[in-house]
């Protein structure tokens, strides 16, 4: 499986991103997703995940402002992000699972994206 994310830019304080996370192979759906940020010098923090069933999991830091949706048949998994905060300033990963248990953590994944750039400015 292969991941692109996309979407990441440079933002307002208050402002909304979307990020998009397209995957390759043909059993998207029978992978869980999810979506971590890291800040340089940080450790990789988990954000969102969604498993098969639709069931979406968050971050207490997120949750409230931040939605993970997936369309199986686009083999695209979404982050929506609204009221972006200066602190949510990071280079975000999707990545998938191959099980559907312990998305919260990052050793539960098989495969990552290369991460993309989000800035917001206060």
């Known amino acids: 499986v292969q991941l692109q994310a996309s979407g990441g830019g440079l933002v307002q304080a208050g402002d909304s991103l979307r990020l998009s996370c397209a995957a390759s192979g043909r059993t998207f759906s029978r992978y869980g997703m999810g979506w971590f940020r890291q800040v340089p010098g940080k450790e990789r923090e988990f954000v969102a995940a969604i498993g098969w069933s639709g069931r979406s999991t968050y971050a207490n830091s997120v949750k409230g402002r931040f939605t993970i949706s997936r369309d199986n048949d686009k083999n695209t998994v979404y982050l929506q992000m609204n009221s972006l905060k200066p602190e949510d300033t990071a280079v975000y990963y999707c990545?998938?699972?191959?099980?559907?248990?312990?998305?919260?953590?990052?050793?539960?994944?098989?495969?990552w994206g290369q991460g993309t750039l989000v800035t917001v400015s206060s």
């Open positions: 990545a998938a699972s191959r099980g559907n248990a312990g998305l919260g953590y990052g050793g539960y994944y098989d495969y």
